[in-house]
């Protein structure tokens, strides 16, 4: 067996990724906590806590899992799903350009969830939102799918998903455009900025089965990821299947972005970022990039979500509006820094 073979299958992980896993996971587990106990009212955990495991229908126990609970969850979910996908995008594509979107599997999702808006279908069935989101993001992941299928390359299944993104975001356009009134017309547009607030635990059970399968593809793409860093050819001659490779990471990403985007909306900057502050940390090592990640992906979801909560304006800013907030000059500074631009 050849250099490249060893270092791509057989290097364990280093002790320094371990501890950084370790190190992020309990900072997401510590924000969790943090962002069931702070709220706009002040909620005693243990005595909430108490109440519903012995069953008991008080509010405290009301207010922790129908609103605090669910709403940390959801940010966790969403923030892992967009931090793993950037970094298996970034890897897959070699350009630390890319995102969860630019496939457009987040714009389709979207567009998906615009379309149950404008067709009423939001107010008859409280998770029409989210099955119309997933629906959007399904239809696009299948026609990247059949694109991967027919031996699409790389640059290939870029144009695809910048075409497919371009589209679906003047259809969403249009239906704002023929908004049946300004109201109507005005949720979408809040909606489309991203948000955790009013979310239940039906929103969790129906985005966690398919993020929990997309996550499972793409972690599967780890040692891929290492031999593309060596090129396609290299990657084909260590025996890796890029066809494979390619539907696993294009199925993956549908799977939790899309049903990311569609108990959320949209939050941009976290899977463009994120890889970039964890990369140096890994050796700069594709496979080895993807669970720091997606934890660092979650932590972020979660302190901007905790910051939205306890700036005082009113109304509550849009977590995605926060996120591109910060995310945008940190990624100028970060290219000043390194000196990309």
């Known amino acids: 067996m050849n250099a490249p073979m060893s270092?791509?299958?057989?290097?364990?992980?280093?002790?320094?990724?371990?501890?950084?896993?370790?190190?992020?996971?309990?900072?997401?587990?510590?924000l969790i906590v943090t962002s069931v106990a702070v709220g706009y009212a002040v909620l005693d955990l243990p005595a909430a806590l108490g109440d519903w495991l012995a069953g008991r229908s008080t509010l405290p126990a009301l207010v922790l899992m129908e609103l605090r609970l669910p709403r940390a969850l959801l940010g966790a979910l969403v923030g892992f799903s967009l931090g793993l996908t950037g970094?298996?995008?970034?890897g897959y594509l070699r350009n630390p350009l890319a995102d969860p979107g630019i496939l457009g599997i987040s714009s389709a999702a979207a567009l998906g969830a615009v379309v149950v808006f404008y067709g009423g279908l939001a107010?008859?069935?409280?998770?029409?939102?989210?099955?119309?989101?997933?629906?959007?993001?399904?239809?696009?992941?299948?026609?990247?799918?059949?694109?991967?299928?027919?031996?699409?390359?790389?640059?290939?299944?870029i144009l695809a998903g910048?075409?497919?993104?371009?589209?679906?975001?003047?259809l969403t356009a249009l239906a704002l455009n023929?908004?049946?009134?300004?109201?109507?017309?005005?949720?979408i547009v809040f909606w489309l900025m991203g948000s955790l607030a009013d979310r239940s635990m039906d929103h969790v059970w129906l985005c966690l089965p398919l993020m929990i399968l997309g996550w499972i593809l793409m972690l599967s793409t780890a040692r891929a990821l290492d031999a593309l860093a060596l090129g396609e050819d290299t990657a084909a001659s260590l025996?890796?299947?890029?066809?494979s490779v390619r539907i696993r990471i294009v199925t993956g990403a549908a799977l939790a972005v899309g049903s990311g985007v569609a108990?959320?909306?949209?939050?941009?900057?976290?899977?463009?970022?994120?890889?970039?502050?964890?990369?140096?940390?890994?050796?700069?090592?594709?496979?080895?990039?993807?669970?720091p990640s997606g934890l660092l992906g979650a932590a972020l979801v979660l302190g901007a979500d905790l910051a939205v909560r306890l700036l005082p304006t009113r109304p509550e800013l849009k977590l995605g509006v926060v996120t591109a907030l910060v995310g945008a000059p940190f990624l100028i500074a970060l290219l000043f820094r390194r000196g990309r631009v």
């Open 7 to 30: 270092f791509v299958t057989r290097t364990p992980p280093q002790a320094g990724s371990r501890r950084l896993v370790a190190g992020l996971a309990l900072l997401v587990a510590i």
């Open 87 to 90: 970094a298996v995008m970034q």
């Open 123 to 157: 107010g008859s069935l409280s998770l029409a939102l989210p099955l119309g989101g997933i629906a959007g993001a399904a239809l696009a992941a299948l026609g990247i799918n059949l694109l991967a299928a027919r031996g699409t390359g790389t640059l290939g299944l």
């Open 162 to 170: 910048v075409g497919l993104s371009s589209l679906a975001g003047a």
């Open 178 to 187: 023929l908004a049946p009134n300004p109201y109507a017309a005005l949720e």
């Open 239 to 243: 025996g890796f299947d890029l066809a």
């Open 263 to 291: 108990v959320s909306g949209a939050i941009g900057f976290v899977g463009l970022v994120v890889p970039h502050l964890v990369r140096p940390l890994v050796g700069a090592r594709p496979g080895a990039s993807l669970w």
